[in-house]
């Protein structure tokens, strides 16, 4: 519909006069300021209000959400890309999936696992008959036996490196050693000292959760006690950082360099030279359940006993009284 048609007569003269008197007006071209935009360049009008009025009837609440649900489903939603996708930070560019850093311990470990395997394996083959006389002649067998040959090569050499290494392990074992209470211990485990050492964990344990809940800025920043060696060789280091080393008492058997019996004694050798006390109380997994952790635990590092000094001070005091009973029965 146009403005100048004769329709809007059949109101009153008057509304329509002065509806072109503001059209008229609104044509006359407003001061533009930076405030405004180009589709703010004129003026409206009542008539342009009214050609303008929505002619569809309100949506109601639940329309609108149903309208919200299907863009929603519409749009793509790549959130597995993203995370897989590496982020650009600044300008060097780093991949969010990292490899597993295997520290050199856990290498040793390992490697002494396979020659173990390594050594079970050639146990049970020679264990087993000779049944080479009824065999057929055949290419295949020929590859077989080559594949056998340098097989039963390597094998000699892993088990070579296992006697050399196993030979020193032998002379330090005492009668009261076994593999759930290992050669480097220097103290009993008594009932007392596994009830001490427990109940102080658990305190400590429950001390820390509560600080995180708190404030976790404040609480990473002072933490009460520290797992693993690596954590407990880099704290040690600090003077005065360690105030107790909880040491478990069926650690993994690995002798060689950088293994974990040379990593015991490095551990010790630094306590005493730093005066920190340690005991061999509990073992992997009793560690383990003290703290709420799956994984076996090996080695705890004490840092702050605030709220349980009654407890260390009796724990210290049952450890004086087991390193007694170890020499004891040592000196037999």
């Known amino acids: 519909m146009s403005r100048n048609s004769d329709k809007l007569n059949i109101i009153d003269h008057r509304t329509f006069d002065d509806l072109h008197k503001d059209n008229d007006s609104a044509t006359t071209k407003m ?118 040959m340098e097989t039963s090569s390597s094998q000699l050499e892993l088990e070579t490196r296992l006697q050399g290494l196993s030979i020193n392990e032998t002379n330090k074992c005492h009668s009261i050693h076994s593999r759930r209470f290992r050669s480097y211990c220097d103290n009993c485990t008594r009932a007392q000292l596994k009830k001490l050492t427990t109940q102080l964990l658990k305190d400590l344990d429950r001390f820390q959760k509560r600080a995180y809940a708190a404030n976790e800025i404040k609480a990473r920043a002072h933490p009460r006690m520290a797992l693993g060696f690596r954590e407990a060789i880099s704290h040690l280091n600090i003077r005065n950082k360690v105030k107790l080393l909880i040491l478990a008492t069926d650690c993994e058997s690995n002798p060689g360099e950088d293994g974990l019996d040379e990593t015991i004694d490095k551990i010790k050798f630094s306590c005493q030279q730093h005066n920190v006390p340690y005991c061999f109380s509990l073992m992997r997994r009793e560690l383990a359940y003290a703290l709420k952790k799956r994984a076996q635990i090996s080695c705890v590092a004490i840092l702050d006993y605030d709220g349980a000094q009654d407890i260390y001070k009796d724990l210290l005091l049952e450890l004086d009284e087991a390193r007694k009973d170890y020499k004891r029965l040592t000196a037999l």
Do not use: W
């Not at 050594?119 to 020929?142: R, V, Y």
């Open 31 to 148: 001061l533009r300021t930076h405030k405004y935009k180009n589709k703010h360049k004129y003026a409206d009008t009542l008539f342009d209000f009214i050609c303008r009025l929505p002619c569809r009837k309100p949506k109601k609440q639940g329309q609108i959400k149903k309208e919200q649900q299907l863009q929603r489903k519409k749009s793509p939603n790549f959130s597995l890309i993203r995370t897989i996708v590496p982020k650009r930070k600044g300008k060097c560019h780093r991949n969010l999936i990292t490899k597993e850093k295997v520290t050199r311990l856990k290498r040793s470990i390992r490697s002494y696992r396979n020659l173990k395997q390594a050594a079970a394996l050639k146990e049970t083959t020679t264990e087993q008959p000779e049944t080479d006389n009824h065999l057929i002649d055949s290419p295949h067998q020929e590859k077989d036996q080559s594949s056998m």
